[in-house]
């Protein structure tokens, strides 16, 4: 079973700055790409950002000049930098991993339960 915990979230002014971070662990062979997604109230969850194991990234436009996402590959580490944060950017920050349980098998995709980012204005 594939576990992602995430970290970083909480409660920042408008302007300021966050990092998330997520670990992925257990039973996996390969994991392929990790990212960010999230979900505010009463919308549908989108995606942040990504990124392959060869360096890959795609941002939302929503984010893109304020975010960075980055990873070490060997720790199963996803992270993401938010800076100049906005309202809108609040939400609850899901981690997903791609990957593969065995090389025989399709890739799946794993969620992490999501950490609240909230920014105040």
């Known amino acids: 079973q594939v576990q992602l915990v995430e970290s970083g979230g909480g409660l920042v002014q408008a302007g300021g700055s966050l990092r998330l971070s997520c670990a992925a662990s257990?039973?996996?062979?390969?994991?392929?790409?990790m990212g960010w997604y999230r979900q505010a109230p009463g919308k549908q969850r989108e995606l942040v950002a990504t990124?392959?194991?060869?360096?890959?990234?795609n941002y939302a436009d929503s984010v893109k000049g304020r975010f960075t996402i980055s990873r070490d590959n060997a720790k199963n580490t996803v992270y993401l930098q938010m800076n100049s944060l906005k309202p809108e950017d609040t939400a609850v920050y899901y981690c997903?991993?791609?990957?593969?349980?065995?090389?025989?098998?399709?890739?799946?995709?794993?969620w992490g339960q999501g950490t609240q980012v909230t920014v105040s204005s």
């Open positions: 997903n991993a791609r990957g593969l349980v065995a090389i025989t098998l399709p890739l799946q995709d794993y």
């Open positions: 257990g039973s996996i062979f390969s994991i392929n790409a």
């Open positions: 990124m392959t194991n060869g360096g890959t990234t």
